[in-house]
């Protein structure tokens, strides 16, 4: 899925793809950004981030968590490795780990995270995204991705030759 720009030889952390968004000029220009950085796990964080029906089994805020300092690139991890787990903190999605529990493994989870990576991942939990990175809306990633207002793709209309091969 990935598409890199030349010159690019790594995929970017998605915080810096945020803020590649928030610096676009332009509405297309930020699409254009998402689309070129496009992964399962951005599109997974990003929905965290603007669906509604996902609620995030965890206090609002910061929560007590240590920055890591460490240089990008270096000695944490990313969203990217991060996102397949995120499942753990949504509302009835593990009812198998108690709520301290939760609190807990995130803030370790932030902890482990550059800290770039883990201000953008409390700004997802709190459905604030959009305060953060300008410009970088619901509505944009509904387009870019076409997805419905239930964040899933958009079905393609039926052609006369689906219908016959249908039959």
């Given at each position: 899925m990935v598409t890199r720009t030349e010159g690019d030889t790594f995929t970017p952390m998605i915080s810096e793809i945020f803020t590649k968004v928030n610096n676009a000029k332009d509405k297309p220009a930020k699409i254009e950004v998402l689309m070129?950085?496009?992964t399962q796990p951005l599109r997974q964080v990003l929905k965290g981030a603007f669906d509604p029906r996902i609620k995030w089994d965890l206090p609002e805020g910061t929560p007590p968590y240590k920055e890591n300092d460490a240089p990008a690139g270096t000695e944490h991890t990313?969203?990217?490795q991060e996102a397949q787990r995120l499942y753990n903190?949504?509302?009835?999605?593990n009812d198998n780990i108690s709520k301290t529990r939760k609190?807990?493994?995130f803030i370790q989870v932030l902890e482990g995270l550059h800290k770039d990576e883990a201000k953008a991942l409390i700004a997802v939990k709190d459905k604030r995204l959009n305060l953060v990175y300008k410009g970088l809306t619901?509505?944009?990633?509904?387009?870019a991705y076409e997805w419905t207002d239930d964040y899933v793709i958009k079905p393609k209309p039926l052609t006369n030759r689906d219908v016959i091969e249908s039959v």
């Open positions: 070129t950085y496009d990313t969203l990217h903190f949504v509302e009835g999605a609190e807990t493994l619901s509505a944009l990633v509904k387009e």
